[in-house]
């Protein structure tokens, strides 16, 4: 089975900084999805960014950006402008057939 | 609707009761997901249909119950439940369980948060 490995349980970044969170994953598999998920204190689970295995190219969501190292088997997110909207829980998600998370990171972004 | 509600929001029972979780989709996903998370702790597949059909249960105890009426509502019947049950269950949806990555996008609901007595 898959697992997924965030070795950073909390972060802190000032307003306007950029911050960079690691994953790390395992899979025998070649076809697969990663994702980053964002659950702030109200608890929804809100999509980040995602990225396809098969694609070389980093996905980039606006301040959002990965990027993965399919050969290490890592897929960091990087935030740019951090803003005070952005503490919260990040997760990174594994999927072939289901969905796997990492225990995630506690992100606060001070002023 | 690009939503997944969960109802209710908050749910206290006995160890005796019987109560259910609800949640409903109108996006015309086609996979459907319960997920259940302990504070501080990562969301942890429970139970994924697929077509209406149950196609994964993570071992989950029999005093969890799901059910998939049609493809828009999933439900989870709960009976003799323990204190250590307590936790946030999340339930979540997709277009599908393969294929792209737009298929293979979960989304949330807010969650019901459940406490045993």
């Known amino acids: 089975a898959q697992t997924v490995t965030q070795s950073q349980p909390e972060m802190s970044v000032q307003e306007a900084e950029t911050v960079t969170l690691s994953c790390t994953y395992d899979t025998s598999e070649n076809n697969y999805y990663l994702f980053w998920y964002k659950q702030p204190p109200s608890r929804q689970m809100i999509l980040v960014i995602r990225q396809e295995a098969y694609k070389q190219q980093n996905a980039t969501e606006n301040r959002f950006s990965v990027n993965f190292q399919k050969a290490a088997k890592s897929f960091s997110l990087k935030i740019s402008d951090s803003q005070l909207g952005d503490t919260a829980m990040y997760f990174c998600?594994?999927?072939?057939?289901?969905?796997?998370f990492g225990a995630g990171t506690r992100l606060t972004v001070k002023p | 609707d690009t939503e997944v509600t969960q109802t209710p929001k908050h749910l206290v029972m006995g160890m005796t009761n019987k109560k259910s979780l609800k949640c409903e989709q109108h996006m015309g996903h086609r996979a459907m997901y319960w997920y259940k998370q302990k504070a501080k702790k990562p969301p942890e597949l429970m139970f994924v249909?697929?077509?209406?059909?149950?196609?994964i249960n993570e071992s989950v105890p029999s005093r969890f119950s799901p059910e998939c009426p049609n493809s828009s509502l999933l439900n989870l019947h709960l009976h003799a439940l323990q204190p250590e049950d307590s936790a946030l269950y999340l339930c979540?949806?997709?277009?599908?369980?393969?294929?792209?990555?737009?298929?293979?996008?979960?989304?949330f609901g807010a969650g019901s948060r459940l406490t045993v007595l």
């Open positions: 998600a594994f999927r072939d057939n289901d969905m796997r």
């Open positions: 249909y697929s077509y209406e059909k149950l196609s």
């Open positions: 979540a949806s997709s277009f599908g369980t393969s294929g792209d990555s737009g298929a293979n996008v979960l989304t």
